[in-house]
């Protein structure tokens, strides 16, 4: 099987032949994926921000954005327009070169693993993965970090529904468990 985020002509018609889809433009696609660090120590180091930003861009081969907070929630001791996370979006080659990144280095160093949860897919057709640590990424260096931190990723598709994503991912190589 290929490994790669870009559908080959037999994996658009191997998802039209399963999922009974007349027209080629019905086939799903992945439009973008959205990397995410929350850093919720942010309030009381102020260096949490930029060493996360400087980890996500590494891991992405983009610069991060700083995300802000929308609402106070004083429990949290979190401000409206604090900062309090770090995210990159990609698309076109460097999403490619992720997704391909992923699937062949990343998921197969996670420890004990037995394949990603179907409820991972959500209803709109798009795949939510969550990683405890950060070091499984090629790109960090275990000495270099200040704090081990989780990180988000989510795949956007084109599918409509939970089915037709799962089919989508399953073909670009996403091991999921098996029932």
Avoid: C, W
């Amino acid at each position: 099987m290929q490994h790669s985020a870009v559908l080959t002509q037999e994996q658009k018609k191997k998802i039209m032949d399963e999922m009974k889809f007349d027209n080629p433009m019905m086939v799903p696609k992945i439009e973008k994926v959205v990397l995410n660090i929350g850093v919720g120590e942010a309030t009381v180091n102020k260096n949490a921000i930029a060493n996360a930003q400087e980890q996500l861009t590494l891991i992405a081969g983009q610069k991060a954005v700083v995300t802000l907070a929308k609402k106070s929630i004083s429990t949290f001791k979190i401000r409206k327009g604090f900062p309090n996370g770090v995210k990159v979006t990609l698309r076109g080659k460097k999403m490619h070169t992720f997704l391909d990144k992923l699937i062949r280095i990343v998921i197969p160093r996670i420890k004990d693993f037995r394949g990603i949860n179907h409820s991972a897919v959500d209803p709109g057709g798009n795949l939510n993965l969550g990683f405890s640590e950060q070091t499984i990424f090629p790109e960090i260096e275990y000495d270099k970090i200040d704090k081990i931190r989780g990180l988000q990723v989510t795949i956007v598709s084109s599918a409509r529904d939970r089915d037709t994503g799962k089919k989508l991912f399953e073909i670009i190589g996403i091991p999921f468990k098996k029932d």
